[in-house]
């Protein structure tokens, strides 16, 4: 499809997984079922041809359908339930590159905020949007009204999570290892001492090895004269905090695969 094969992102992913989920012949044959009786899909032999055609710029029909039609009829089995998971991900396969402007806009501005949070909040949000009854019956101007709508809830939500960072109040702690040079010296402390707390808490790092992090990264990190046996122990423990962090990143992501699909 449109993004690159190597990028590792959820979102492409999501798309991956998707158009490969339709080029099988079991989706493939979910897929022309689906458009057998819609003479605005119709006209598409594959969801590859009808996801291409939407992504492009050209406002020549070719004999198809206008692409307010489309998506009209798409949300119209969503809202209706009929054959909803077909609709529900023809569309996030149409608005991907939205997803991913929203996404990359949300990370400028909020570059505090993990990556795959915010992807996976854009997604929920709109899946949200699909169902919505304000886009039941609508049949113009649909994708410049999604787009509007999931930016407005999206930035909403990034404002409201950046407040919860900057108060050290956010999620579970353990995927805020790496907290961003973005932020203020202080702002940095506050996150930091909420997650190494989070760590402890949850059995990642025991109190001995807690004290040594909270002195060596906070208490006086630039005057304290340290042993190579304490300088090594404090390679491991960040080590062992990187690990845990990517390994409940891997989680996240597949939670939300198992949702989407």
Request: proline content about 2%.
């Amino acid at each position: 499809m449109s993004r690159e094969s190597n990028c590792r992102c959820l979102l492409c992913g999501m798309e991956r997984h998707l158009d490969g989920k339709f080029t099988t012949a079991r989706g493939l044959d979910t897929y022309r079922q689906y458009i057998r009786f819609s003479p605005a899909l119709s006209t598409f032999l594959s969801a590859r041809d009808l996801i291409t055609y939407l992504h492009t710029d050209d406002q020549v029909n070719n004999g198809h359908h206008s692409k307010d039609q489309i998506l009209a009829e798409l949300l119209g089995s969503v809202t209706a339930n009929r054959n909803a998971a077909t609709a529900r991900d023809l569309l996030l396969l149409a608005f991907v590159p939205m997803l991913h402007s929203v996404s990359r806009n949300i990370a400028t501005r909020s570059p505090v905020l993990p990556a795959d949070d915010i992807a996976q909040h854009v997604v929920t949000v709109f899946l949200g949007i699909l169902r919505s009854a304000e886009f039941s019956g609508r049949d113009s101007h649909i994708a410049f009204a999604i787009a509007r709508l999931l930016r407005r809830n999206a930035f909403t939500w990034a404002e409201r999570e950046c407040r919860g960072w900057a108060h050290g109040s956010t999620g579970d702690g353990i995927s805020e290892v790496s907290v961003q040079d973005s932020c203020q010296p202080i702002e940095r402390a506050a996150l930091l001492r909420h997650f190494l707390a989070r760590c402890h808490e949850r059995g990642v790092l025991s109190r001995a090895e807690l004290e040594l992090l909270v002195q060596s990264k906070l208490d006086d990190p630039h005057n304290a004269d340290y042993s190579n046996a304490s300088r090594q122990r404090m390679k491991r423990l960040l080590g062992k905090l990187r690990r845990e962090a990517q390994r409940r990143n891997q989680l996240r992501r597949a939670e939300l695969q198992l949702r989407l699909f």
